[in-house]
């Protein structure tokens, strides 16, 4: 293994499971080439796959390789992937996707992008900003805000540039502003913010989730790991926002 694989290596947050086998990155659109090559600059064996096959992924596929990624475009190898030691599921990848689907049959843990991307940066103070509207433009003055305060901070996330690119970055910055998605969220058994921002709720994806009850339950997983010490900012005019937010433990703060 060269050095450039090895210099992530000494770092706790990968758990050593992972590495004890390939592991698998579905989808290879900005966020699933920003972390094959963050897994593969970590020591990981790593294989990446698109079905797509088109000339715009020429280049990604191009990059990936020098990093010692195994790419295949075009198609995804369901058996290579059932015996992955984990795989990273791109977020425009449906959780019934075939690939996803043979991992899951099998016991194979599925993350996102955003999940190892905070594996690898454990001490990363961040504002995770999700709903139905207007998370786009909450993460974005976020991150003004921050910045006008004199913190290095970024706008990352579901917003363009992967969680996984800032992990890449040689100095991260101070804070983030995490725009994160339900698809994401779904994924990410580790978000933490130190404060969580919902915006608003109402029925949307539903040609991805077979009911609203169902699209709400992961925006719910934005508490999951909530304490005593966290900070949560909600839409208090938003009967579906409080139903979820009411019961997390932590300091509540409310607009209207």
């Known amino acids: 293994m060269s050095a450039q694989r090895q210099r992530r290596l000494s770092e706790p947050a990968m758990p050593a499971g992972w590495l004890n086998g390939e ?28 079905a797509g096959n088109d000339k715009s992924l020429d280049a990604t596929a191009a990059a990936l390789r020098e990093e010692k990624v195994d790419v295949q475009l075009g198609a995804h190898d369901l058996e290579r992937i059932g015996r992955a030691s984990l795989v990273v599921a791109s977020p425009g990848v449906p959780p019934d996707a075939p690939p996803l689907a043979a991992a899951r049959s099998r016991g194979i843990e599925v993350v996102s992008e955003v999940e190892i991307a905070l594996r690898m940066l454990p001490n990363l103070h961040y504002i995770a900003i999700t709903g139905t509207n207007g998370k786009t433009t909450t993460t974005a003055l976020t ?24 992990a890449l970055r040689p100095t991260p910055p101070e804070w983030v502003a995490l725009e994160i998605s339900s698809f994401q969220l779904h994924d990410t058994p580790s978000i933490a913010p130190r404060v969580g921002v919902l915006t608003n709720l109402s029925a949307n994806h539903l040609d991805r989730y077979a009911t609203i009850e169902q699209y709400y339950g992961d925006k719910a997983l934005l508490f999951r ?4 010490a966290s900070n949560w900012v909600t839409n208090g005019d938003d009967v579906a926002v409080e139903a979820l937010a009411e019961a997390a433990a932590g300091i509540h703060c409310r607009f209207s």
């Open 23 to 50: 592991i698998a990155v579905v989808g290879l659109a900005r966020s699933g080439r920003a972390v094959s090559t963050l897994l593969a600059r970590t020591g990981a064996e790593v294989y990446a796959s698109d």
């Open 143 to 166: 991150a003004h805000l921050l910045s006008s305060i004199g913190l290095r901070a970024v706008a990352a996330g579901n917003i363009g540039l992967p969680l996984a690119e800032i």
């Open 225 to 228: 790991n909530a304490t005593a």
